[in-house]
């Protein structure tokens, strides 16, 4: 006979034969949990659903050098041509000649 079982069958019910071998002195769950699987990384902090873009602006909200660094380097490229013809492209304008 040939046999053609998934590996989540054949893990679930090598789970199940050894809950049956439980004995009172290996018996017991976690919080309620016969089973835990981690499926997180723990070594990395929880990743936000707006990714890097939403860590960048809390981090520009929330520290002041960051936010003061940030800004005197807005005020710099708005000086230079390609941050003239940036904010004129981003206000609808001609182009600067």
Same mark, same amino acid.
């Given at each position: 006979?040939?046999? #053609?079982? @998934? $590996?989540?069958?054949? !893990?679930?019910?090598? $789970?199940?034969?050894?809950?049956? !071998?439980? &004995?009172? @002195? &290996?018996?017991? &769950?976690?919080? %309620?949990?016969?089973?835990? !699987?981690?499926?997180?990384?723990? $070594?990395? +902090?929880?990743?936000?659903?707006?990714?890097?873009? %939403? #860590?960048?602006?809390? =981090?520009?909200?929330? $520290?002041?050098? =960051?936010? @003061? !660094?940030?800004? =005197?380097?807005?005020?710099?490229?708005?000086? @230079?041509?390609?941050?003239? =013809?940036?904010?004129?492209?981003?206000?609808?304008?001609? +182009?600067?000649?």
């Amino acid at each position: 006979m040939n046999f #053609n079982y @998934s $590996d989540s069958n054949v !893990r679930q019910g090598r $789970d199940n034969q050894n809950r049956t !071998r439980e &004995t009172p @002195s &290996t018996f017991a &769950t976690s919080s %309620g949990a016969e089973d835990i !699987r981690q499926t997180t990384a723990l $070594d990395k +902090p929880a990743q936000r659903m707006a990714g890097q873009v %939403g #860590n960048r602006l809390l =981090e520009y909200m929330n $520290d002041p050098e =960051e936010n @003061s !660094r940030t800004e =005197e380097w807005m005020k710099m490229f708005e000086l @230079s041509n390609e941050g003239k =013809e940036f904010n004129q492209a981003k206000i609808g304008g001609a +182009p600067l000649e």
